[in-house]
């Protein structure tokens, strides 16, 4: 296992909602493993929901830019830029990062409404999804440095959701059309990524606007297609894909409507399985969907 | 010669709800996830149909949107659909039209700082990983900021509108 290493780059960690909420193994691995790569998460009191930028923001949009600028300003007071381990609270914190810069008097406004709580925002404040963090401030050599049982029986296909590249003038990580760099994370990992066509959404807010069979559908030709193209497992960069493809796959495959389904792994657990931690410490054993070559190969590591 | 005047436009790009200028081409519809949604085509994409609906605030598929701004990438004509569906939702959710489990997130937002309520199982799992309780420092402060922008006014607008529209249907009952 590799040391600790002395902080070289600190981040207030935003947490979110939904992994500390559902997925909070996703947050123990990135507080086991960030130390190891040289990053101090900084953990900051008041930090709220981000808030959520699909349905929040639709349903009042200055309160959604508010409580954005509000976490903005706790990490500006603390003077550190913000890690996300979640794409869709980075992109919410960069939008609002975004239209205020761009907005003088938008700014005045939430800035009148905050101050009534005491608080107060100057400017932007850097805010990364962890994915890009690890390729822009690490770096992939710092990940593969740090590997240390490759992963290299896994053939596997990166779905980036909705956030994680897009929009891309406010996030600025990756074509969102032709990503690369989840791909060259992989392979930091020892993994071989494979390309695929159907890089839309995953499928969730069908899901969550109570649409299930269509969700299914997506699902069951996202998965086709990355298999069709070579992949025997599919990671993700965003708990609520996890969700819908960990849980959306095992009820599509008990309705009938999919077949055996593809592993998903959510990339901080494959970091954890390549950097040494044990398949119970990466939370891997309470997984549903086990198959294939991909799985026996996570099993063959413990 | 004739001249175009395109100085109007910029103006109407910055307010967003810039559904005139949409000419139909579809591309939008490309990777849009709400065209999965029973009933879409290439022909009657699911962007159209918002544009085109004389009722938006009730419109079936509103809130499905996942607001992954792919459209808005590849739009030649810069309408920025996601950001137009921002729009109509503020107004539908205003209008006590939108799907209750909209309002039940803006209240647990406000009354939890999280939009996912926490449950005694994850708290459990929590300890057991070592991780910290989850906080809600935040609570007190949000309440008093959704009363400044008037969100709580909205979502109590729309509970009245609920119930007298419940009221409403009971007495048609009894009649
Ligand atoms: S891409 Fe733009 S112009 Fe084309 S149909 Fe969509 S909104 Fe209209
Ligand atoms: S933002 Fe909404 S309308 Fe636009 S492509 Fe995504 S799901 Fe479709």
Known sequence: MTDIKIPEKRYAFFLGCLIPARFPRFEYLARVLFPKLGV??????????????????????????????????????????????????????????????????????????????????????????????????????????????????????????????????????????????????????????????????????LSLDGKMSDSHKIMKSKTEDMVHHGAGAMAVGCASCFQQFEIGQTMAIRGGIMGAGIPVFHFLELMGLAMGLSLEETGLGGHKIKNGKAWEGVVSLD | MIGIDFSGRKKLYEIGTLREVCFQCSVCALHCVVQNVEGYDIRNTFVYDVFGSDDPDHHRALWTCSGCHKCHEVCPQDVNPARVIDDLREQSFKNGCAPSYVYDLARLVIRTGMAFPVTRRTLKEREKMGLQPIETAAAGEIRQIAGITGLLDKIEAAQEKDKSEDRGQGEKQDD
């Open chain 1, 40 to 205: 101090e998460l900084v953990d900051i009191e008041g930090f709220s929901c981000c808030p959520d930028p699909v349905r929040f923001k639709g349903a009042d949009q200055l309160t959604w830019i508010v409580l954005a600028a509000r976490n903005l300003a706790l990490a500006q007071q603390a003077g550190l830029p913000i890690i996300t381990i979640c794409p869709t609270c980075a992109m919410t914190l960069m939008t609002a990062n975004h239209e205020l810069q761009r907005n003088p008097d938008l700014l005045r406004k939430v800035n009148g409404v905050l101050e009534k709580t005491g608080r107060h925002l100057d400017g932007p404040v850097e805010v990364k999804h962890f994915m890009k963090a690890l390729y822009e401030d690490l770096g992939t050599h710092r990940l593969r440095d740090a590997v240390e049982r490759p992963l290299s029986f896994l053939h596997i296909a990166y779905h980036g959701g909705c956030h994680e590249n897009n929009p891309v003038d406010i996030v600025q990580f990756d074509n969102p059309f032709n990503p690369r760099k989840s791909g060259e994370l992989l392979e930091a990992l020892g993994a071989h990524p494979v390309d695929y066509l159907e890089i839309g959404c995953c499928g969730s807010p």
